[in-house]
């Protein structure tokens, strides 16, 4: 079965500096992975998607990731944090011959001024 | 653009009592899922249904039971709550069926079983 590890539960950052969130991923088949934020009392908005096509997706408010198959790795970057960034990240990984997502244990991203 | 539209969005209930959650997906979308996200938690699959079918179904407790409608509007009935239900339960949609489709999420229902 599929799962995700997102390798850091919180990360603070100085706005205007760069953000790094990290996500293992472990699937028998070519997933297809997911950024998703959720901001506080607030439903799960998509950043972005990877689905075997590019292996460099760019997503909404700047933000980037990269599928590298080698270190089974899908990390968000984003180069300048804005201070409405400040949220809850979630990095999931749907597949092995299933619909179902599997979400990972979040990263809470701080902004600070 | 249309969204995902769960009702009510917020629930208080007292333990025993039933629930029922309520989600109309983005026109034009033939499948549905509901998640649970408890305190501090990440959501959590519960079922999901394709074309009025059910299509997988995840940690879903044998007390609650959901199905899709022909205009693909999808009920979660909750009965014999309990406290550990008081969750935030995801709604989402997405145009097909298979693990390449992106889920689009609604803005949740907040359950608070007392």
């Known amino acids: 079965a599929q799962s995700v590890t997102q390798l850091d539960s919180h990360v603070s950052v100085s706005e205007g500096t760069p953000v790094l969130l990290r996500c293992n991923y472990s699937?028998?088949?070519?997933?297809?992975l997911f950024w998703y934020v959720q901001h506080p009392n607030k439903g799960l908005q998509l950043l972005l998607k990877y689905t075997s096509a590019a292996t460099l997706v760019k997503g909404i408010n700047g933000f980037e990731a990269e599928f590298k198959k080698s270190e089974t790795s899908f990390h968000l970057t984003k180069p300048s944090a804005h201070m409405s960034d400040a949220a809850e990240y979630f990095c999931?990984?749907?597949?092995?011959?299933?619909?179902?997502?599997?979400f990972g244990a979040g990263t809470r991203l701080t902004v600070k001024p | 653009a249309a969204g995902v539209i769960q009702s009510p969005r917020h629930l208080i209930k007292e333990k025993r009592e039933t629930a029922t959650l309520k989600c109309y997906p983005i026109?034009?979308?033939?499948?549905v899922y509901w998640y649970q996200q408890g305190p501090g938690q990440d959501p959590q699959f519960l079922i999901s249904?394709?074309?009025?079918?059910?299509?997988d179904k995840g940690s879903i407790p044998d007390r609650f039971s959901a199905q899709q409608f022909s205009d693909y509007h999808s009920e979660l009935n909750m009965s014999s709550l309990e406290l550990g239900d008081s969750a935030l339960y995801f709604c989402a949609s997405s145009p097909g069926f298979g693990y390449q489709e992106t889920q689009y999420f609604g803005p949740g229902t907040r359950l608070l079983v007392l």
């Open positions: 026109p034009r979308h033939d499948t």
């Open positions: 999931v990984v749907s597949g092995d011959n299933n619909n179902d997502m599997r």
């Open positions: 249904f394709y074309e009025k079918m059910q299509s």
């Open positions: 699937s028998s088949y070519s997933p297809s």
